[in-house]
């Protein structure tokens, strides 16, 4: 009985291991790109101005909560990509003081996150289609994922120091 009890065992566990042999890859799909994750519509929940040099230097205060001033719980931004993800346009719309231009066309510094340079990704704002005229620039502080927010900032610098920042604190609307 005791062998009988064996052998089905062991038959059983050479079913199982020939049974899950076949792995199945699926087909290739292409890896997602930071355009698709920044592309839509954004509304702002928090705009935030830091002075850089007195955070530089522990001065406080440093930063100023601007969201309810000057109707900047009205901004909304809407970054467009065409069909093949390609960045095209963007809009700033609401009733608001422009901080960068309102309208032109965006490109990020890279298609991908990158953890191995420590420099996070750029957004290059152009005033023509063909994105040789960079008007702007602004940084993709934290990256949209399964919640939909997204953190950019606008930095202004002299003689290659910052001394002012503004931080852009967005939810995805659909």
Partial sequence: MKCKSLYWL???MCFFAIGCDNTD????VAPITLYEKVNGNWG????KMVDEVAKANNIQPNEENLSTYFNYE???IKFNVDEKNNPTSYEVTGDVPPLFAPKGYWALSSEFQSSITGV???IYL???AQKTQKIDELRLVSVPGKTREMQIQLVRSSGGVDFLSYVFKLNAIN
């Fill in 25 to 28: 890859d699926g087909s290739y």
């Fill in 44 to 47: 702002l929940t928090n705009l």
């Fill in 120 to 122: 996070g990704t750029k």
């Fill in 10 to 12: 062991a038959f059983m």
């Fill in 126 to 128: 152009y005033s023509d």
């Fill in 74 to 76: 009205d901004f909304k």
